[in-house]
C-alpha cells in the first residue's frame, strides 16, 4: 500500500521554482508520512507552513493523497483552514 503523501507550497520553495532557470523544479513541497493519523496529526504545522502564491485558489490549499482500506484508486483531500481549524475543503477519486 502507498504511504499517505501531502503537497503544499512554502514561501521558500515558490520563490526557488521561479528563480529556477531550466523550469524543472516544482514549486510544491511533497512529505510522505507512514500512516494517515500521523499526517492529520502533523496538518496544523503544514498548514501553518504553506504559502498563497496568489495566482490561483488551489495554491493556498494543501493536497492530500492516500488510498482508502478495501477501495481502489487514489483518494484526493485538500485542506485548508477554516476558523483556525484544519478542515477539508474538497476530497474524492483521481
Excluded at 33 to 51: C, D, G, H, Q, W
Amino acid at each position: 500500500m502507498k504511504r499517505p503523501q501531502v503537497q503544499y507550497i512554502t514561501e521558500e520553495s515558490f520563490r526557488d521554482a521561479l528563480n529556477d532557470d531550466s523550469r524543472k523544479k516544482s514549486k510544491y513541497v511533497t512529505e510522505e508520512f507512514p500512516t494517515y493519523v500521523e499526517l492529520k496529526r502533523n496538518m496544523p504545522r503544514i498548514l501553518a507552513a504553506s504559502y498563497d502564491s496568489g495566482y490561483d485558489d488551489i495554491d493556498a490549499t494543501v493536497r492530500v493523497y492516500r488510498e482508502r482500506k478495501g477501495e481502489w484508486g487514489e483518494w484526493y483531500e485538500h485542506w485548508g483552514l477554516c476558523q483556525g481549524k484544519p478542515r477539508i475543503k474538497a476530497s474524492g477519486w483521481n
